[in-house]
């Protein structure tokens, strides 16, 4: 195995962030679509979280670069870490301002950003170390986490 290979991650931690991205994004969705706010807000608190997605993706992707000494630029480094505190703050600014949400609710949005963050860097991470492991087919298995399902009956077809 050469220097540039990784280990390959567990199917159950691919599973894992698959599903905290699911469960965290989902009761984000959910709770904003629930909510009682006018749509510009909705659209506000929509926009932040796929603001903080990508960002997070960016910053994961260019401190991951950099350690491997692949190059990104300072601009680029800069950007991504400026885009994921912006989205943070802009987060906490507006959930400390929502007049019209409870503290309970206020508590799922900040708890459910935070959650679908962590996520999308975990599946980003898999998705790299998939690319670099050994295996080429389990780089399209984390892509698709319901690939990774297969049947021994059938030499390993995909159910």
């Known amino acids: 195995m050469s220097q540039n290979r990784t280990i390959k991650p567990s ?12 469960i965290g994004m989902g009761t984000f969705l959910i709770s904003l679509l629930n909510a009682d706010m006018e749509l510009n807000e909705k659209g506000y608190y929509l926009s932040l979280l796929l603001l903080g997605l990508f960002a997070a993706i960016s910053v994961q992707k260019s401190v991951r670069d950099r ?10 480094y800069g950007i991504a ?8 703050t802009l987060l906490i600014v507006g959930l400390i301002n929502a007049r019209s949400i409870s503290i309970s609710e206020k508590l799922v ?13 975990a599946i ?6 998939l690319a670099t492991s050994e295996d080429p087919d389990e780089v399209q298995a984390a892509r698709q986490p319901h690939l990774l399902v297969t049947s021994p009956s059938n030499d390993g077809a995909l159910d």
């Open 11 to 22: 199917p159950a931690f691919i599973g894992a962030s698959w599903a905290a991205l699911a």
């Open 109 to 121: 949005y900040g708890v459910s950003f935070a959650m679908s963050l962590y996520a999308v860097v």
């Open 81 to 88: 870490w400026l885009m994921l505190a912006a989205a943070l």
């Open 67 to 76: 350690a491997e000494a692949i190059p990104v630029t300072n601009i680029y």
């Open 124 to 129: 980003q991470k898999n998705v790299r170390d």
